[in-house]
């Protein structure tokens, strides 16, 4: 035995040639994927709940190698594009990142890209990874339903955004703590937003504004149309439950009628198609939870060229108070490309959030994984940039379906 064994200086070389080698062979064979290894489980986690008979995307669907394979070049540029899964707010940890967030990783991305310019291999069916689908968060009780009333066409152009005037009927006040969006045609309601109009002469508004507009609601688009009107919710599509941030709440005041907006996508369920909406609130008395809300972020004027590629808008707010804010709705219209948002404490920017995936029918509550906390003698920026190549006159900020928007709403609790 003895004399095979090799001194240990001498053996070292061998062992680092061997290890040299492993090195140059990682560099130069790029990984191989296969679908059953390594596709599948993101494509489970990732994209299912909403791809697959009975959710919000029926076609394509994406749970067997037949169906993904039939779709793999669209699927890669709807990926790398960041158009699939629909969230816009980058979650990478450059800036920040956001509650259950449907953001792909980097790793899962390159996985998607690579296995389809491999040729998107089988793998071996018999050794498959284990699937999980993502479970949507949940608010469980309903403590108050708000029903829309009435089945609602929606067209397309301003027929697309329709007002609803929904009483509570809360005989003391509540916290909001979340709110679930059921619709008999889930795939045509792309927005909810919830207002409460803060003063008997705006809630007389909207009452009149629903009188003289024939059908159910009243037209309206990026504002419920009477002032002062305070945003207590703003839930997007991708999931039909909106838990508010832990443990805090937006006050309902007793008897006092609500605005639900509702933005229609009429593309996937086609013109003519009607639904009926009903939103689910969960609440809590005032005492059981911390009282939140939104305080605006925004450019005070917009004033934007036509025909540009990329022309910005922006705002500025001071902080006078020790603030959390615990997570943020962003508002633009249909021609923003991306928000950031930053916080600038003396000679330091730092990137607050950034929107930088804009889609229109995405806008929604955002919750911060860490809260962010601002003390007084900090500043809040929002940049807003937007391509107006679509456009011929210039654009100003208004709540008209012609007029742009810069707004963060931020979601915050006084410390
Ligand atoms: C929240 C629901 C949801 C999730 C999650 C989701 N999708 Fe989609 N997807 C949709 C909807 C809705 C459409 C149809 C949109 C349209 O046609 O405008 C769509 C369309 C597509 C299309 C077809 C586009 C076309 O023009 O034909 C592809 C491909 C796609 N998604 C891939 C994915 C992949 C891959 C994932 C996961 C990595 C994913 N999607 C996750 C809702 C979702």
């Given at each position: 035995m003895g004399q095979f064994r090799l001194p240990w200086v001498v053996g070292l070389p061998a062992v680092a040639v061997v290890f040299a080698g492993i090195g140059l062979w990682r560099e130069r064979a790029a990984p191989s994927y296969s679908y059953y290894r390594d596709v599948a489980p993101i494509l489970s986690r990732r994209c299912e709940h909403c791809h697959s008979t009975g959710g919000l995307a029926a076609r394509p669907r994406l749970g067997?190698?037949?169906?993904?394979?039939?779709?793999?070049?669209?699927?890669?540029?709807m990926v790398q594009a960041r158009m699939m899964p629909p969230w816009i707010a980058e979650n990478?940890?450059?800036?920040?990142?956001?509650?259950?967030?449907?953001?792909?990783?980097?790793?899962?991305?390159?996985?998607?890209?690579?296995w389809q310019e491999q040729g998107m291999p089988r793998g071996d069916p018999s050794a498959p990874s284990p699937l999980e689908r993502k479970s949507l968060p949940d608010i469980g009780r309903a403590d108050v339903t708000l029903d829309t009333g009435a089945d609602y066409t929606a067209g397309l152009g301003a027929s697309a955004y329709r007002c609803f005037v929904v009483d509570p009927e809360l005989p003391r006040d509540r916290m909001l703590t979340g709110i679930r969006v059921v619709s008999t045609d889930p795939r045509m309601v792309a927005q909810v937003t919830i207002f409460s109009p803060e003063s008997d002469e705006a809630e007389a508004e909207i009452a009149r504004l629903d009188r003289e507009d024939p059908g159910p609601g009243y037209s309206c688009y990026g504002s419920p149309r009477a002032e002062p009107a305070r945003l207590v919710a703003s839930w997007t599509w991708d999931s039909p439950s909106l838990p508010f941030p832990e443990g805090t709440g937006l006050r309902l005041e007793a008897r006092r009628k609500l605005v639900v907006q509702i933005h229609y996508n009429v593309i996937t369920s086609g013109l003519g198609a009607a639904t009926r909406t009903r939103v689910d609130m969960r609440l809590n008395d005032i005492e059981e939870v911390r009282a939140a809300s939104f305080e605006a972020l925004s450019a005070r004027d917009i004033a934007l060229a036509p025909g540009k590629v990329q022309v910005e808008a922006e705002g500025e707010r001071a902080v006078d108070r020790p603030t959390t804010v615990l997570g943020v709705a962003p508002q633009m219209h249909t021609l923003g490309r991306t928000m950031q948002i930053d916080l600038v404490r003396g000679a330091s920017r730092d990137c607050a959030a950034n929107f930088d995936h804009w889609n229109f029918y995405s806008q929604r509550l955002f919750i911060y994984d860490e809260p962010l906390q601002l003390e007084p003698g900090d500043r809040l920026k929002i940049t807003c940039v937007y391509n107006t190549e679509s456009t011929a006159r210039p654009i100003q900020r208004g709540a008209g379906i012609q007029d742009e928007e810069c707004k963060a709403n931020l979601y915050v609790v006084t410390r």
């Open positions: 067997t190698y037949e169906d993904v394979s039939k779709v793999g070049a669209k699927m890669k540029y990478s940890g450059i800036c920040r990142t956001w509650n259950d967030s449907s953001w792909l990783t980097n790793e899962e991305l390159s996985t998607l890209v690579h």
